[in-house]
């Protein structure tokens, strides 16, 4: 069946420092990605998302390229700040039809420090 | 703009008794979900609904029960608590089936059975 792999965290980062959060999938055929994001006491935000390969997304200065090589959808941003703490979660919706569910990691918590 | 909104959002029950939680949408979406995050597990969905009177398992619906008569409307019950079931509960929404279409969540019931 289709899974999600996300990096383990947590991760902390200095404020301006570069941010990678990998994310590789497990599916058949083209299945659609997101990244979501939870902010503590929050549900999950859609930050961004591809739906084909080589598709980018981008939201808020976050970037995530749809790699069908490499099974891969990694986040990035190019420059933290301390309002980017949050639970990062990669997912994954099947390309079979009737399959609806989103496939989700595990999350990774990302800590950013002034 | 409303969007999805969950109640309540914190809830402690005892072993053995029912307990309902509520999903309530604004945008007419014709599919809903419920997921449940627990630590280690990232979310996991339990029940999802294509529209009024239609609904369907997830990977793990044991001890839940659904109903959606409306389409804005979809509880959550538990019939019989176990402390297993303590969790925070997501519901989500999503304009139509497939791939293309990303999932919007509410803010969660934080749910403890004692």
């Known amino acids: 069946g289709d899974s999600v792999t996300q990096m383990e965290g947590p991760v902390t980062l200095s404020e301006e420092a570069f941010l990678t959060i990998n994310c590789t999938y497990t599916?058949?055929?083209?299945?659609?990605l997101f990244w979501y994001v939870q902010y503590p006491g929050e549900g999950l935000q859609l930050l961004l998302k591809?739906?084909?390969?080589?598709d980018k997304g981008s939201n808020k200065g976050f970037e995530a390229t749809y790699r069908k090589e490499t099974t891969s959808f990694h986040l990035e941003k190019g420059s933290v700040q301390v309002s980017d703490s949050a639970v990062y979660f990669c997912a994954l919706r099947g390309a079979n039809f009737g399959n609806e569910k989103l496939t989700f990691g595990t999350g990774t918590r990302l800590t950013i420090i002034p | 703009d409303a969007g999805i909104t969950q109640s309540p959002r914190y809830k402690i029950t005892e072993t053995g008794r029912q307990v309902t939680l509520m999903c309530h949408q604004t945008w007419s979406h014709s599919y809903m979900f419920w997921y449940r995050q627990d630590l280690g597990h990232g979310l996991r969905l339990i029940y999802y609904s294509a529209a009024a009177d239609i609904t369907d398992k997830g990977e793990v619906p044991d001890g839940y029960v659904v109903s959606r008569s409306k389409t804005e409307n979809f509880p959550l019950t538990l019939e019989s608590a176990t402390r297993s079931q303590t969790s925070v509960y997501f519901c989500a929404s999503s304009k139509d089936r497939g791939r293309m279409w990303a999932q919007h969540f509410g803010d969660g019931t934080r749910l403890s059975i004692l």
């Open positions: 591809a739906t084909k390969a080589d």
């Open positions: 599916a058949t055929g083209y299945p659609s």
